[in-house]
């Protein structure tokens, strides 16, 4: 179990060194941009000689629409939540499954998105679903860790291939249901591979996430000169089975299909995602959502 001490250092070089803080950044946008030209450009290729884009290699699928943390960079913490309450219908989920299946699907799915997985009480099953459907899949979850016990992650371990805990935490300790696992991870030297603490901050000032981050609403923030992944590599499903524009639509106000009534493949390679892909590849100041964001993901 590998705890990630890399934010105590960021956290560090951002409040004491400003400059050298600001340079990693320009460097980091350098080299997104030289990574996603290429992999757009291959994708691209891709679809001119075959019809249709590569299959994604992530999809996150929300099975409920909660959160139980107050984080103040998210969209969707329990306090700003605008959001009416949903629940994924097991029918749905299976469908879903059963056709990234039939997909011959291997790259990773997430259930969870911009919520708290382990508020839904099924999540030990619908974990196993998914696991029993796509064994080739990476099957992971992110979770704030505050509902964790040692039985339910015994539980969820079993079905799982990743957990990453993301520790919210001014202090960055790890808080005690976290301590709990991480220590009994240690201890009996389980699961030591597949869960991954981050220490985080509670009061953290993050992405713009699409210009909707609670306290970044003030800023004028100017379009990136450069493109973004996303589109090509990232499915995210709501509870109703309405696709999101990204994993940065939080409040989900952009809709590019809907699985309760289409498939996963009409919805990728669907005319909406299309032109969107066009769009983003000249400018994210063309999309409203991403004229307002700073992500590099």
Known sequence: MLINYENIVKYYVKAHLPGLFNLYNDRKKKKYKMHIERIIAEREAFYKCNGSYPLFDTIEIETHNRCNSTCSFCPVNKNDDTREYRKMSIELFTSIIE?????????????????????????????RIAKQHLPNATIQIYTNGTLLTVEMFMNLMQ???????????????????????????????????????????????????????????????????????????????????????????????????????????????????????????????????????????
């Open 99 to 127: 056709q990234l299946e039939n997909l011959n699907y291997h790259g990773t799915v997430g259930l969870y998105s911009n919520n708290e997985p382990l508020l839904d009480e099924r999540l030990v099953d619908l974990a």
């Open 159 to 297: 079905h799982l291939d990743r957990m990453y805990i993301d520790n919210y935490n001014d202090k960055l300790r790890l808080i005690k249901p976290v301590q709990s696992v991480h220590d009994y991870c240690v201890k009996n030297k389980v699961y030591l591979d597949k869960v991954r603490i981050r220490l985080r901050k509670l009061h953290d000032v993050l992405s713009t996430r699409g210009g909707q981050a609670p306290n970044r609403k003030e800023e004028q923030i100017q379009s990136l000169d450069v493109s973004c992944l996303l589109p090509f590599r990232q499915l995210i499903v709501r509870p109703d089975g309405k696709i999101s524009f990204c994993c940065n639509d939080a409040l989900g106000k952009h809709t590019l299909g809907d699985l309760a009534v289409q498939s996963v493949e009409e919805v990728w390679n669907g005319e909406i995602y299309t032109n969107i892909r066009k769009n983003i590849i000249q400018s994210r100041s063309l999309l409203p959502l991403c004229k307002g964001c700073d992500s590099l993901l």
